[in-house]
């Protein structure tokens, strides 16, 4: 049962003032948290994130420096040790008069050296000379003792390249191992505890931001102040990467990234708005969904009654004139003039009939839709022009049958027909194809008129849009309607292109 215009405006009503009282509670809901949370927590937040940060910032700054100054120490120390192997090696080898050998400078070189503990070994790995030891031999007098820490100290820094090959007799060699200056470790060891001193206070920043500091070098997880799996870690670096650049950092052991996020409350309030945004959207496509469903059930009541009333009006004269027709007749009038008469008059009474049905249910029959196209467009060839050249093409079987209605259906092709002639301007091919596609039959209107541009394209089928000066717009709507509302079918531009005509197509169903 069809409501009547004044329920559909009752009820339109109704929604309308409900949905604008339920987004007026949502706004003002919304705008009261989201207000709370701005005045408490997001400058205060903020301030202390761009607080820490810096701090964090400075201090990867004074470590970087640190170790700026070890290196430059340990560089120094290197040169240092070249010029004591040097001048070990004069004093090692033998005596050469063709050579300019300074002995003297070469010892002075080193005695020069005070800091640098270094040890001389054989092949056979025995102690030979050592320099600066002897703040590890510290209530040791025993010499093997002594040559045992020589020995252990060696190994440990052969193992980190700190060593040179000496051949102080041709084919004997003697090995030249040497540590670190005793300064240099206890500054190592300070910037060790610094480091650590930093990656401990990523840790316990429990309170602050989220932090994960980087290693790039092992591509893992160093410090953080979340307890994350390694999985979890590299996937949230990836999302914070791309909220906020990273400190870049480098201790001396590798290259450092860290990496920092908002904090939970900070997140929350970004997403206050957005939910508010979505609730709104959702009202507002829910309000729209609902209008427009009214809409086009008013419209379809204007369709309907528009149709009838036409309908209606048409019948009376149409009644009259085939009375007029049958009196002709019995006058014996040229038989031409009234058969070409008999003609139109039925065609009159189709267009009544069509009218009829548009405006109520359409009743559809299971026959063949290739018959009824053809017989349609026969009798439209001869009210052409003899310019347009009109070729129909179906490659349907006869048990390819559609359920649908003949009258309506000839309405369709009359008012493509009508609007590629137009297009072609009353001069041009047009060609209508009929063929299987899967479980749909396709009937393609393919004209060589002006085409019909991409924006157009989106409009044609609107009630009262028309390119023509004198058009009502309604011929397209008409065979939207038909095609998907009486016979559940689809009519779209297949494709158009400007200066090279225009296919429209139609999808019908099969059984």
């Known amino acids: 049962m069809v409501k009547s215009a004044n329920g559909i405006h009752v009820n339109k009503q109704r929604w309308k003032i409900f949905l604008s009282l339920m987004v007026l509670i949502v706004i003002a809901i919304s705008l009261t948290v989201s207000n709370n949370f701005v005045a408490k927590i997001g400058e205060r937040e903020k301030s202390k994130a761009k607080q820490w940060v810096e701090a964090i910032n400075k201090k990867g700054e004074l470590v970087q420096l640190s170790n700026a100054i070890f290196s430059e120490l340990k560089r120094k120390e290197k040169q240092k040790i070249d010029l004591v192997v040097e001048a070990q090696k004069i004093l090692l080898t033998k005596s050469d008069l063709s050579k300019n050998q300074d002995v003297e400078f070469s010892l002075s070189i080193i005695q020069s050296n005070t800091e640098i503990p270094v040890v001389l070994l054989t092949e056979e790995n025995n102690v030979m000379q050592y320099r600066n030891m002897d703040s590890l031999f510290r209530g040791i007098s025993s010499f093997s003792e002594k040559d045992s820490i020589c020995i252990l100290k060696a190994s440990k820094w052969e193992n980190i390249g700190q060593y040179r090959i000496i051949e102080y007799l041709d084919g004997e060699f003697l090995k030249f191992v040497f540590g670190n200056s005793f300064e240099l470790d206890r500054l190592q060891r300070e910037s060790a ?10 840790k316990d920043n429990k309170a602050l931001i989220p932090v994960m500091l980087w290693d790039v070098s092992s591509d893992s997880l160093e410090a953080s102040n979340l307890d994350l799996s390694e999985a979890e870690s590299k996937l949230l670096r990836q999302e914070w990467k791309l909220d906020n650049t990273p400190l870049v950092f480098d201790f001396g052991t590798g290259k450092k990234e860290l990496y920092f996020s908002d904090s939970d ?22 309000g729209y969904f609902i209008f427009s469903t009214y809409r086009k059930a008013e419209q379809k009541r204007v369709w309907a009654g528009m149709a009838k009333e036409t309908a209606h009006q048409l019948g009376t004269p149409l009644s009259s004139l085939m009375g007029w027709q049958a ?106 194809k009929i063929y299987n596609q899967k479980t749909n039959i396709v009937i393609d209107f393919i004209d060589s008129g002006k085409g019909i541009s991409t924006k157009d394209q989106k409009a044609i089928f609107e009630p009262g849009f028309s390119t023509k000066k004198r058009g009502w717009g309604l011929g397209l709507a008409l065979v939207k309607r038909i095609i998907e509302e009486h016979h559940s079918g689809k009519v779209f531009v297949a494709s158009s292109k400007i200066g090279h005509g225009t296919t429209f197509r139609i999808l019908l169903a099969k059984l």
């Open 327 to 432: 009196h002709l007749e019995s006058l014996k009038v040229d038989p031409m003039v009234t058969t070409e008469m008999k003609k139109d008059l039925v065609r009159l009474e189709r267009i009544t009939d069509r009218f009829s049905k548009i405006g109520s249910e359409a009743k559809l029959e299971q026959k063949d839709i290739s018959s009824t196209i053809e017989n349609n467009l026969e009798y439209l060839r001869a009210r052409l022009s003899n310019k347009v050249e009109l070729i129909f093409h179906s490659d349907l079987e006869q048990t390819d049958s559609v359920a649908h209605n003949a009258s309506l259906i000839d309405w369709v092709v009359e008012n493509l027909c009508k609007n590629a002639v137009d297009a072609m301007q009353g001069d041009g091919k047009l060609e209508v």
């Open 193 to 202: 505890l610094l480091i650590s001193s930093f990656n401990n206070e990523i």
């Open 265 to 286: 409350e900070l997140i929350y309030l970004q997403w206050i708005p957005s939910i508010q945004f979505a609730v709104l959207a959702m009202l507002i496509l829910l």
